[in-house]
């Protein structure tokens, strides 16, 4: 089996079936221990998404894997210290999605200012018959703080550009964007925002960055966006922050425990939820399962990678 492929969680059925097309799929989950020791030995690649889990354990049951290929940006829940240890590359999928994205960022933040959802429920509970629907917030001309200003982050800030607003953001390090604030501080950012948005790779540096400390600097007017990872969220300081008013609202695509959702954030008016969509579009999904099955033939093909992670 020179071609024999293991599908672990999460990973889309369109890819899944694309990859099967050309290559030996087989399913981790489905198998018992039996099978799994059976065919462990020929397992050259894993095929994950960005949400997956491939730990050191599933790593060191296969000892002639060579390539780990993630659908998606993100790959925090790849052990990759031991992955590079072992000689074992590691594709994602950068770019293709960074417009879908950056666009959901945007679609978020206007809204939840606007009260967009809350004010469907008006209508459709029959409440402007009778008064009309309260006033939102602006967003035109608003400060917008974008935490982590990679791919998507400039993506994000360039649509905003249009929106009039001043963006500042919070890195490792300034990039060299003269038109965009730097700050050196996520707490001086929050204080200097009127929107926060995250944008920034998952993982244990950035686990819970959004604290109770980070929301009460966005303050009560301010508005928090995070189309990144939920793990960069401390939810519960988040739910206690919406419940009592330290900030004004939300737009959330990722959660903490996905797919559970704290009730507390369900059926608000200044919060509104995405089921973790932000690459969810037809063309941007094909794009990226094409990326994936390029970095697979590349692999066996013994050619450069198109889209390798850096060690």
Same mark, same amino acid.
């Given at each position: ?116 959802? !809350?004010?469907?429920?008006? =209508?459709?509970? +029959?409440?402007?018959?009778?008064? %009309?629907?309260?006033? @939102? $917030?602006?967003?035109? /001309? ?79 007017? !301010?508005?928090?966006?995070? =189309?990144?990872? +939920?793990?960069?969220?401390?939810? %519960?300081?988040?739910? @206690? $922050?919406?419940?009592? /008013? ?66």
């Amino acid at each position: 089996m020179p071609n024999a492929i293991l599908r672990v969680n999460k990973v889309p059925d369109a890819l899944a079936e694309l990859v099967s097309s050309h290559y030996d799929l087989y399913e981790y989950l489905k198998m018992g221990a039996e099978e799994f020791n059976a065919i462990a030995n020929d397992i050259q690649v894993i095929l994950a998404s960005g949400e997956s889990t491939v730990d050191a354990v599933l790593i060191n049951q296969l000892p002639n894997l060579r390539l780990i290929a993630v659908f998606g940006v993100g790959y925090d829940g790849v052990d990759t210290h031991v992955a590079f240890q072992q000689q074992i590359q590691v594709t994602n999928t950068p770019n293709v999605l960074t417009d879908d994205v950056a666009d959901l960022g945007m679609a978020l933040m206007l809204a939840a200012s606007r009260q967009i959802f !809350g004010a469907q429920r008006f =209508i459709e509970n +029959g409440e402007w018959h009778g008064k %009309p629907y309260k006033l @939102a $917030a602006k967003v035109s /001309g608003r400060r917008l703080g974008i935490v982590g200003f990679g791919r998507v982050g400039h993506a994000v800030a360039k649509r905003a550009k249009g929106f009039d607003m001043p963006v500042g953001y919070y890195d490792k390090y300034p990039a060299d964007d003269p038109e965009c604030t730097f700050f050196p501080s996520i707490m001086e950012l929050a204080d200097n925002s009127d929107f926060l948005m995250i944008c920034a790779s998952g993982g244990p540096d950035s686990l819970k960055l959004i604290n109770h400390e980070v929301l009460a600097a966005l303050g009560k007017n !301010g508005i928090l966006i995070n =189309i990144a990872r +939920g793990s960069i969220i401390d939810e %519960p300081a988040l739910v @206690a $922050a919406i419940e009592n /008013g330290t900030i004004a609202g939300a737009g959330l695509d990722v959660f903490a425990s996905e797919p559970d959702v704290p009730q507390a954030l369900l059926k608000r008016d200044n919060v509104v939820l995405t089921p973790h969509i932000g690459s969810a579009t037809q063309h941007t999904r094909r794009a990226m399962a094409e990326l994936v099955l390029g970095n697979i033939t590349a692999f066996y093909a013994g050619e450069p990678l198109p889209t390798p992670i850096g060690k």
